[in-house]
């Protein structure tokens, strides 16, 4: 066994994967092909429920479940108003882990998970909430970093890892996601305790990924810099920042908040209606974007990384590149 599977031994064990290497559910182009080959390729795929309905999310999973020779797992947002429905769907289609984002999992949802007898995997945002995860029985945590693409929080993947590894990692396998664009950091994370790691931008442009042309060609194009978190614009109004390469959705996205904030004001939407039409305008643009391929006013959503992409290539190339980079590190480690 070369150092690197034993450093993922107990990630392995538990996604039931060649490698502890997740790829992040992405909404729109996290669906049955990329999910599949990741997982076939001795990764492991995880679908990104996003807006989904039950039914759509129930098409989806068996489509998965058609194409895949290996586990894989679903993502489910926590604010989905039907997520005890998703989580039935989950069920029924006896899905091995349900990863859970989007902030703390609601009342038992984490007792529903874990009675179909699936893994939950959350995400710790901090070492306080990441005990307390531990605490009500989760099976595993990702820690992710503000380099990483889409939702963000504040911290650097760095320093989350040093506050929350040297705690946790003896606890549950916990999974390292943000800036990961090589095998010599996922190298480095294993040795300082994470069972695994969780990469999004580095998977966009997969050969099997069906995020249009234009969209891989933006990302082959970009460099780290051009992927930058959102701002928020209204002091009243919370929201989540979003990593994207800048465009003309960005500016667009500015005048969404100053229209949400103005509802705000007269009293026509109260702040979670407000919340949820900023999200729903997220995955509005992302998919004119990705599926669409409008590049401009669609949203790009990248993770600094990003400027490691730079070619198409198959999801077993890019795992492969990955584990060898990862292994040649640790070896020369000695
Ligand atoms: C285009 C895009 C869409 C994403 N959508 C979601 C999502 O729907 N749910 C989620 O939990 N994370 C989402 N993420 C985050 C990824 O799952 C993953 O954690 C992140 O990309 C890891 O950081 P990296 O981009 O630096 O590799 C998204 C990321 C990207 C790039």
Redesign the pocket.
């Known amino acids: 066994m070369s150092k690197m599977n034993e450093l993922m031994a107990r990630g392995t064990e538990l996604l039931g994967s060649d490698y502890a290497i997740l790829c992040?559910?992405?909404?729109?182009?996290?669906e049955r092909h990329l999910v599949s080959a990741i997982s076939n390729a001795g990764g492991f795929g995880?679908i990104?429920c996003?807006a989904m309905t039950p039914a759509l999310l129930d098409t989806e999973i068996a489509a998965t479940k058609a194409l895949a020779t290996k586990p894989f797992g679903v993502?489910l947002?926590t604010m989905h108003p039907q997520l005890f429905e998703l989580i039935e769907v989950c069920a029924k289609h006896g899905v091995g882990h349900v990863?859970l984002?989007?902030g703390l999992p609601p009342k038992g949802s984490l007792e529903a998970i874990k009675a179909s007898g699936a893994k939950v995997i959350c995400?710790a945002p901090t070492l306080a909430m990441g005990k307390k995860l531990v605490r009500s029985g989760v099976d595993a945590l990702?820690i992710?970093g503000m380099?990483?693409?889409?939702?963000i929080g504040p911290v650097s993947t760095s320093v989350l890892a040093q506050e929350i590894l040297p705690t946790l990692a003896d606890e549950v396998p916990v999974f390292v996601?943000?800036?990961?664009?090589r095998g010599e950091a996922i190298a480095a994370y294993l040795e300082m305790g994470a069972s695994g790691v969780?990469?999004?931008?580095?998977f966009?442009c997969a050969t099997e990924s069906i995020a249009h042309p234009n969209f891989k060609k933006a990302f082959m194009r970009a460099s780290a810099r051009e992927a930058v978190a959102s701002v928020q614009i209204d002091p009243r109004l919370p929201v989540i920042p979003v990593r994207a390469l800048k465009n003309a959705g960005t500016e667009a996205f500015n005048a969404k908040q100053r229209e949400v904030a103005n509802k705000l004001d007269k009293g026509e939407v109260d702040m979670m209606e407000a919340q949820l039409e900023i999200e729903h305008y997220w995955a509005g643009a992302?998919r004119r974007a990705?599926i669409d391929g409008d590049i401009e006013n669609g949203s790009l959503?990248?993770?600094?990384?990003v400027g490691m992409v730079s070619e198409e290539e198959s999801v077993a190339d890019i795992i492969a590149t990955l584990v060898q980079q990862a292994d040649a590190a640790l070896h020369a480690r000695g």
Do not use: D, K, P
């Open positions: 992040g559910a992405m909404s729109w182009v996290s995880v990104a996003g993502n947002i990863v984002a989007g995400f990702v992710e380099e990483a693409g889409g939702h996601a943000g800036g990961i664009g969780q990469l999004g931008t580095r966009v992302l990705v959503m990248a993770g600094q990384s």
